[in-house]
């Protein structure tokens, strides 16, 4: 089973890295080529999202009253309330970790088997030498050691415009942000997705990333420079594959 998961991955990172280099290829010696703009609900990769939901409200009763029930202002608020509406998402993630651990293992172990007598005979010297050793005789030692350290630094500063694909039941809603900036070769990609609620959203149509649940944040590119960064296909097999 485990050699059938092994040789899966195997193959579709291969399929990955094929689609990756004919991509390139059909780039050309040209910048890589951007995504048009549309739709985002029709991007393959997009599902709804679908949440348990509470009852309905109750009709309104109120209707020749100027006040309408779920109204959070006396005045109409121009910030974003359909699906459609823009919403600017803001990104201000600065994160920082730092992490040492060390581990040690030793472990020895002996094993000594003898059989002079089998079952009140000694039949078994007529078979084997009779040397008077034991019959197994094993001896094992096994020594670990382990040091990870990891300090890693993250800052992430970002405005992305983004869309209502959907309005919940409750009253939530769904954003999709997606930008891609070219800058001569370099590719960069921005993605951003998950659930607002109304109150969240400031004066200004914005909406901080922690205000958000659900959130999915990806920032990444394509180009010269990352395709440096990045191993080629061909190595991430052998890394998956080689057991050592």
Not at 10 to 24: I, S, V, Y
Not at 173 to 201: C, H, K
């Amino acid at each position: 089973m485990r050699r059938r998961a092994l040789v899966l991955a195997a193959l579709a990172l291969l399929l990955g890295g094929c689609e990756a280099t004919l991509k390139r290829l059909g780039d050309g010696a040209g910048p890589p080529t951007m995504t048009p703009s549309g739709d985002p609900t029709k991007d393959p990769k997009y599902r709804p999202v679908s949440l348990p939901m509470p009852p309905p409200p109750p009709p309104d009763t109120n209707a020749n009253s100027l006040w309408h029930t779920g109204n959070h202002a006396f005045f109409p608020d121009q910030r974003a309330a359909h699906v459609g509406d823009i919403i600017t998402v803001v990104v201000n993630i600065i994160d920082s970790a730092i992490l040492a651990d060390q581990t040690q293992v030793t472990r020895a172990g002996s094993e000594l088997m003898a059989a002079p007598n089998l079952l009140g005979l000694e039949a078994i010297h007529k078979v084997l030498p009779k040397n008077g050793g034991p019959m197994v005789n094993t001896n094992s030692t096994n020594v670990n050691n382990g040091t990870t350290t990891l300090n890693r630094t993250e800052t992430i500063l970002v405005r992305v415009a983004g869309v209502i694909t959907q309005e919940l039941p409750n009253g939530n809603f769904v954003v999709v942000a997606r930008q891609e900036v070219r800058v001569n070769s370099e590719l960069r990609e921005m993605e951003i997705s998950g659930i607002v609620r109304p109150q969240d959203i400031a004066s200004d149509n914005t909406v901080l990333h922690d205000r958000m649940a659900e959130a999915r944040i990806s920032y990444g590119g394509r180009g010269q420079l990352m395709d440096a960064q990045v191993p080629r296909y061909g190595q991430q097999m052998m890394d998956i594959l080689l057991p050592f």
